[in-house]
């Protein structure tokens, strides 16, 4: 959507909300966490990182943004080392967010 100038404001349980803007290019990640005890500490993880805090959701969906750049590859992942990927899928799995996505061998 932001690549087509739709840059989201709020994400949403049910609906999403976007603000027109062809300036800007966005990417955009989402975190499960519904357990946050310190949500400025949180946020700030985040910031250092390069993402902007865009909302959450009430049952633990965070919403991440960092301005798009094509060089970046998985500086656009929140997730982008093997060990993090694996405890956020299961956080996923444990919570029945995520099917099982390895590929049969």
């Known amino acids: 959507m932001s690549e087509k100038g739709w840059q989201l404001v709020k994400g949403g349980l049910l609906s999403?909300?976007?603000?027109k803007n062809d300036?800007?290019?966005y990417r955009f990640q989402i975190d499960y966490?519904?357990?946050?005890?310190?949500?400025?500490c949180?946020?700030?993880?985040?910031?250092e990182?390069?993402?902007e805090?865009?909302?959450s959701t009430i049952n633990g969906w965070n919403y991440f943004r960092k301005l798009y750049d094509a060089a970046a590859g998985d500086d656009y992942e929140i997730y982008n080392d093997s060990q993090s990927l694996k405890e956020m899928q299961a956080k996923w799995q444990r919570n029945g967010h995520?099917?099982?996505t390895q590929t049969p061998t």
Do not use: C, S
């Not at 999403?16 to 603000?19: D, E, G, H, I, T």
């Not at 949180?42 to 910031?47: A, D, L, N, Q, S």
């Open 53 to 55: 805090y865009v909302n």
């Open 23 to 25: 300036d800007l290019r």
């Open 33 to 40: 966490n519904p357990k946050i005890k310190d949500m400025g």
């Open 16 to 19: 999403n909300l976007y603000q």
């Open 42 to 47: 949180y946020i700030e993880t985040f910031r």
């Open 49 to 51: 990182q390069g993402w």
């Open 98 to 100: 995520l099917r099982n």
